[in-house]
């Protein structure tokens, strides 16, 4: 009797399979561009196990599949790390989509909200990485291009101020159009989510953002064992395999539990505002209606989630 392993899955959610894309890559790209559109790949397959080949796009998942899914990568996590941890799905609760808001005039460019956010997300730690960047600004500029997002002067200076940028959670989000595999997609509250063991790490969403939020998993992240976050959420801060695209996702593993984001909780100045733009008595919602509000690259029309204000 045969014991060979049953075919990979093919489709995605929407038909399209990641072998047909690979084919139709080399077929576009010509060699030379395909080998690099690929190289990602050829470095993490070889570490990739049978289960994870195997395993079908999330939004095809039945609940028993996820939860094979996700108890397979707590121990995977556990043989890695050594240490426990918690991978949770919490979904999105009808009547609720996030948004976010952040008065300028009192950030002071600490950065304490991406050191929150390089934590909380399990980042790989020699790289610093961050969803979050934060530029010092001219007054009177928005020109993000002219922005200082390396500085290592005190903070703050005079005649500048501080534009904290992360993914603005688009309405329209050109990242998501541009997937050959659908591993990446808006969820109804509003979050622009990573199916991570379905991307093939193509880059494309990453050169699709006007904002340049996606990061890229070049290496396998290195975190110590006392240093993981153990509270973890499939679609959010799991370890993130090699090879793959990942984004800030306002933290749904804390704020579909009725948390905050760890960068608001962070922020030592109260520049932050986070919360629920459909219930008209939240914080949030004040903000909007009683603030002069802009948003980045609002001629895009791609319709942020992400709003900014002064207070002036």
């Not at 603005?168 to 595999?181: M, R």
Request: aromatic share 10%.
């Amino acid at each position: 009797m045969s014991t060979s392993p049953a075919p990979a899955p093919e489709a995605a959610a929407g038909g399209v399979s990641r072998r047909t894309v690979l084919k139709g890559l080399g077929a576009t790209l010509g060699l030379a561009a395909y080998a690099k559109a690929i190289a990602p790949l050829t470095e993490w397959a070889p570490s990739t196990s049978i289960d994870e080949f195997l395993q079908r796009h999330y939004k095809e998942l039945s609940p028993l599949d996820l939860r094979v899914v996700l108890q397979r990568l707590e121990r995977e996590a556990k043989q890695e790390y050594g240490v426990d941890v918690r991978i949770s799905d919490l979904k999105a609760q009808p009547g609720v989509k996030f948004g976010y808001a952040l008065n300028l005039s009192v950030c002071n460019g600490c950065r304490k909200c991406a050191e929150a956010c390089h934590l909380e997300n399990n980042h790989d730690r020699p790289s610093h990485n961050s969803y979050i960047r934060v530029f010092e600004m001219s007054r009177g500029s928005m020109d993000l291009e002219k922005g200082n997002a390396h500085y290592t002067h005190p903070v703050k200076q005079p005649d500048k101020y501080y534009l904290p940028v992360q993914c603005q959670q688009c309405e329209h989000p050109p990242c998501v159009d541009v997937c050959p595999v659908e591993a990446t997609w808006k969820e109804p509250d509003g979050i622009v989510v990573v199916d991570y063991n379905w991307c093939i790490g193509c880059r494309y969403c990453e050169a699709a953002c006007p904002y340049h939020a996606r990061r890229f998993n070049w290496e396998k992240p290195k975190i110590a064992p006392e240093e993981i976050n153990r509270d973890q959420g499939y679609l959010s801060n799991r370890v993130r395999p090699q090879g793959v695209m990942e984004k800030c996702t306002f933290c749904l593993h804390r704020t579909r539990a009725g948390r905050l984001p760890a960068c608001l909780e962070a922020c030592p100045t109260g520049a932050r505002v986070f919360g629920n733009l459909l219930d008209p008595q939240s914080e949030i919602r004040w903000v909007l209606e009683h603030k002069r509000i802009f948003i980045l690259k609002e001629e895009l029309g791609l319709k942020p989630q992400f709003f900014y204000f002064f207070d002036a």
